[in-house]
């Protein structure tokens, strides 16, 4: 069973929507009770950093979450949730987060290298540069995936990074370290590739992968 995180920021019900089309069981709750019982879990999240990690230090999942993974529970945090992963975001002010994988979040500076403008918030189809070997990208191809975003994670450790998008920048797009994962895009909302990737976080969970 999959553990949807309800931190009341998340776009739950296009992330279980998908885990149903799959067949998957879940479960969508705040109770780290409730959670601890899941077999792998999933950080959704949609709007401010700063909000987000407010709400999980106030009620005790932040903890969870860290204690969660240290034993070995597989985690996937999708756009928001990806960034909260990371040690800290620019965002409304510089807030602390997670600190699971090595990096920081910063905001898209709107102008290229020659002075060409370009859009902020990244939203669209964008394709997946591949860099690494994952469990999380096996039988996938370098496809187009779903942003929206308007910050990235910038300083990131390269050992972490598994697959990329370009957007004047190098946008880190699919992450991984040892039982953690993250999307930039909504893996839910990018057709076959992205259920694809749920396709193998579930998998990872069942079999137990790193």
């Not at 994962?181 to 992968?209: C, M, R, Y």
Request: aromatic share 10%; charged share 25%; net charge negative.
């Amino acid at each position: 069973m999959i553990g949807i995180i309800d931190y009341g920021m998340g776009n739950l019900y296009s992330v279980s929507k998908a885990l149903e089309r799959m067949g998957v069981g879940y479960t969508i709750s705040n109770s780290r009770e409730v959670l601890a019982q899941a077999d792998g879990l999933i950080l959704p999240g949609v709007g401010s950093f700063r909000d987000a990690m407010a709400i999980l230090q106030e009620t005790g999942l932040d903890a969870f979450i860290k204690e969660e993974v240290k034993s070995g529970k597989p985690l996937l945090g999708i756009c928001l949730g990806m960034q909260l992963l990371y040690e800290n975001s620019e965002e409304n002010g510089q807030t602390e987060g997670l600190g699971l994988l090595e990096g920081k979040v910063v905001r898209f500076r709107g102008t290229t290298a020659d002075e060409e403008s370009y859009k902020v918030p990244h939203m669209g189809w964008n394709k997946l540069r591949f860099t690494k070997d994952s469990p999380l990208l096996k039988g996938l191809v370098e496809d187009y995936v779903y942003f929206v975003h308007s910050y990235y994670v910038s300083s990131f450790s390269e050992k972490e990074l598994l697959a990329s998008s370009l957007y004047d920048v190098i946008v880190p797009a699919v992450v991984g370290k040892e039982n953690v994962f993250g999307t930039q895009f909504h893996p839910e909302k990018s057709s076959a590739a992205g259920l694809a990737i749920l396709k193998n976080f579930v998998s990872l969970v069942e079999k137990g992968e790193r």
